[in-house]
């Protein structure tokens, strides 16, 4: 198993890119639901505006 994971000893740059990109996809989730949420307020924001 420690074969594996040493991967010839590339293991280094081959979990750390894994790891990159796991938490550049994390981030870019956290940050569409962010943008999301205040997408959605300003839009409700300007529902109210326009019917009243």
């Given at each position: 198993m420690s074969e594996f994971f040493?991967?010839?000893g590339y293991g280094l740059y081959v979990w750390g890119s894994y790891g990159v990109t796991a938490l550049v996809i994390v981030a870019e989730i956290v940050w569409v639901?962010?943008?999301r949420?205040?997408?959605l307020k300003r839009l409700a924001r300007m529902s109210r505006l326009t019917k009243g």
């Open positions: 040493a991967m010839g639901v962010q943008r949420k205040v997408l």
